[in-house]
């Protein structure tokens, strides 16, 4: 039977009209009102709990303002947002650009960083925030990434000493706990990278080196692919594009692995980041409005058996630099971030896959 164009138009109406109400759906924003770029974030159950990160409470970081760290963590049933938000137990100490995994065990929050530097340490956070010492890392990681596979947890990339490379692994099952180091992964340092876990494998995806002598920032622009059986690194393949054909990087983006498909967003704009971290911004470069960075807001959806890309463009609420994105029960929630250089928001998007 031939469908009338018509009756696809009104399909696709009410479609649209679906997610829009979805998309609409209010969710209560993070209690720290200037929000948090970089916290540690994950889902027990379905307790979405979000705890540490930074911002500029006082002065503004374009006015050179002091980055202030947060040992405080919340905790929401998203079955019943409505009812808000609970305080738990504080962190053992405040702590940003951290690592965290949601494990059969708790969230698993690995190294960061602080007004001390950056950190090795890492914990099991259950759901009430009380904080059990887990293994520290033989080195400190921040702005890096972790996942889970298995019952292992990988913690890679981000800024590791003499600029490493290191992967490393702790099995949560072992009857002593301890990390292991594993293959170093190739190419550039990726700093603010998205670390994704599949069965036996693990992605590391986009990110930035910068040699603060030579004043030269690379991003990176495509995947690597480890397999765990064989400890080794290969190239996936290169990110999408930007919409106007410029190379994309996501550093500071987030992503999550559903049905085979590796699902990205967030991050900085890879030439305006670049100019800005090489010193060729303009003066002004802190104090534009938040379009002009260009941070991502495309939706990105990579399949791993097809080796294709979809790309849904300009969704609201996924511009987003140092945000989680999780997944959860057929919803994505993009947590905190950046908005702009120096500016976090509180707000918590969320959208149907």
């Known amino acids: 039977m031939r469908t009338s164009p018509f009756y696809l138009w009104a399909c696709l109406f009410l479609l649209t009209a679906c997610i829009q109400e979805k998309e609409a759906t209010s969710f209560p924003p993070y209690p720290q009102a200037e929000g948090v770029s970089a916290p540690f974030a994950g889902f027990i159950g379905d307790t979405l709990i979000v705890a540490g990160g930074c911002n500029f409470p006082d002065t503004p970081a374009a006015e050179g303002g002091k980055k202030k760290f947060y040992a405080s963590a919340y905790a929401i049933d998203v079955r019943q947002a409505a009812n808000g938000w609970k305080p738990l ?46 293994p520290p890392l033989p080195a400190s990681i921040d702005n890096g990434g972790a996942a889970l596979s298995g019952h292992t947890v990988y913690a890679t990339g981000g800024n590791q000493p003499d600029g490493g490379k290191a992967l490393y692994a702790l099995d949560l099952n072992a009857d002593t706990l301890a990390w292991t180091r594993l293959a170093d992964y190739p190419g550039p340092q990726r700093v603010q990278p998205i670390v994704i876990a599949g069965p036996n494998t693990l992605y590391l995806i986009g990110g930035f080196a910068f040699d603060a002598a030579a004043k030269v920032c690379t991003p990176s622009t495509d995947m690597l692919h480890y397999d765990i059986a064989s400890d080794s690194w290969s190239r996936l393949d290169t990110l999408v594009s930007e919409q106007d054909g410029t190379p994309r990087c996501l550093a500071g983006g987030s992503g999550v692995l559903k049905d085979n498909k590796l699902i990205l967003t967030g991050g900085v704009n890879h030439d305006i980041f670049r100019q800005a971290m090489e010193g060729k911004g303009p003066a002004d470069y802190m104090k534009k409005p938040a379009e002009w960075y260009h941070f991502n807001d495309d939706l990105l959806v990579y399949d791993l058996d097809k080796r294709t890309w979809q790309v849904t463009s300009d969704v609201s609420g996924l511009a987003r630099a140092g945000g989680i994105l999780l997944e959860h029960e057929g919803l994505l929630y993009m947590i905190c971030g950046e908005t702009k250089p120096g500016i976090r928001t509180p707000q918590i998007t969320v959208l149907p896959l």
């Open 89 to 134: 137990a504080s962190l053992p100490s405040p702590l940003a650009y951290g690592a965290c995994v949601a494990t059969p065990k708790g969230l698993v929050c690995i190294g960061g960083q602080n007004d001390q530097g950056a950190q090795a340490g890492t914990f099991l956070l259950n759901a009430q925030g009380n904080a059990t010492a887990l």
